[in-house]
């Protein structure tokens, strides 16, 4: 059996460039480790609700070409993500906006919450932010950085914010208006009926098989053949860690399904922001797509040390692995008919638009 393209991965790259090489007149095979195709976008029904199984994902975007083009599969709703934050039992709205200043400091206008802010920022000495703790007080100020960033990202990432590079908040929007979207992209929204439903519709007509792994495959498959080979798991992991391991974040997701109640806490996205309490968020999944059922299902998201074998959520792109993920992608230059794709063949913390959007480029390339 020949196909053009072994494709590894079913999530959301795998199935955007199977998607569009099928539509280039290619015979392509999609194959997953996992039992079932989306990959980490992978929604299932439990309770009648639709749940996101590996992790909160809300689609936005700024890109026209990227939301006509993920809207050809499904239609999606009005959701705007507001996310809460909860710190010692007070409760305060993200992003960083006039709410939440209201709340901190009782302050009712810009001018007051510019002032204010501007006396926390003396917290900081000066100089360029040498890691993301200077880099946080720097722009938001020491009440901010104490009770809604330390311990997020201590928890979110398993190390000091002392240790932690700068960049990795190079961006902490402050918003002095009363506007709580966390994002500013001008398309947003939840897939109606599941992120499956859209990758199930980008996969129509497409060989795929689900519940085999990259290397089981090739041990066990000697009958297939293909021309080339569009890979989306783990860079390091295709070249057996030679030059050594790249570092990832990893996350528990700990589901309780709530029969009798409706209602658990009254948005889709709350963030526990203390470093003692484990987990960083809970999700009420019936809320990203406005669910009046009986019933509801809630998610604690853990953050966690990845070792291998764990699942990969986040790569760390830090200096030190950003160096080792370069010669990799040296070595990958050398693999021929190889493309590598998607947030870990590419070790690039790709949000879904980015994802997308990097993977219609690697099509324009293709014959
Ligand atoms: N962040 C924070 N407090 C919060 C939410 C986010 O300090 O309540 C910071 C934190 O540094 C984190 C980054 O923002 O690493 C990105 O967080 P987000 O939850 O947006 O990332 P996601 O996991 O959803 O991609």
Aim: charged fraction near 30%; glycine fraction near 8%.
């Amino acid at each position: 059996m020949y196909y053009d393209y072994l494709i590894v991965g079913a999530g959301l790259s795998g199935s955007v460039f199977a998607h569009e090489m099928k539509k280039k007149g290619k015979k392509c095979l999609v194959i997953d480790k996992r039992p079932h195709i989306g990959g980490n976008v992978y929604t299932e029904e439990r309770l009648n609700v639709c749940v996101h199984c590996y992790g909160a994902h809300i689609f936005h975007t700024s890109d026209k070409a990227v939301w006509d083009y993920i809207s050809q599969f499904g239609e999606f709703n009005h959701y705007v993500n507001s996310p809460v934050a909860v710190y010692k039992d007070e409760l305060y709205n993200l992003p960083f906006n006039m709410n939440t200043f209201s709340k901190l400091w009782g302050v009712k206008t810009p001018t007051q919450a510019k002032a204010k802010i501007e006396e926390e920022r003396a917290a900081f000495s000066g100089g360029e932010p040498k890691n993301l703790e200077e880099q946080a007080l720097s722009l938001v100020g020491k009440d901010i950085y104490e009770k809604l960033i330390k311990g997020y990202t201590e928890k979110q990432w398993g190390r000091s914010c002392r240790e932690l590079p700068a960049f990795l908040i190079k961006r902490l929007p402050l918003r002095f208006t009363y506007d709580n979207n966390y994002f500013n992209d001008r398309y947003q929204g939840i897939p109606i009926g599941g992120y499956t439903e859209i990758v199930r519709k980008l996969l129509e007509g497409i060989d795929v098989e689900t519940g085999i792994s990259w290397q089981e495959f090739r041990q066990t498959r000697r009958d297939i053949t293909y021309g080339s080979l569009f890979y989306t798991g783990m860079i390091d992991e295709y070249f057996d860690y030679k030059l050594g391991s790249l570092e990832y974040r990893s996350l528990r997701f700990e589901t309780e399904e709530l029969q009798e109640e409706e209602n658990y806490q009254g948005n889709a996205v709350v963030n526990y922001t203390e470093r003692e309490i484990p987990y960083t968020r809970i999700i009420e999944h019936k809320h990203f797509v406005f669910g009046t059922q009986k019933g509801t299902v809630i998610t604690r998201e853990y953050p966690a040390q990845w070792k291998k074998g764990d699942e990969p959520y986040y790569p760390v792109n830090d200096e030190k692995n950003e160096k080792l993920y370069e010669e990799y992608r040296e070595l990958a230059k050398g693999e021929e008919n190889v493309i590598f794709g998607g947030r870990l063949g590419q070790y690039r913390y790709y949000d879904m638009d980015k994802t997308i959007a990097a993977v219609l480029e690697i099509v324009k390339k293709q014959p």
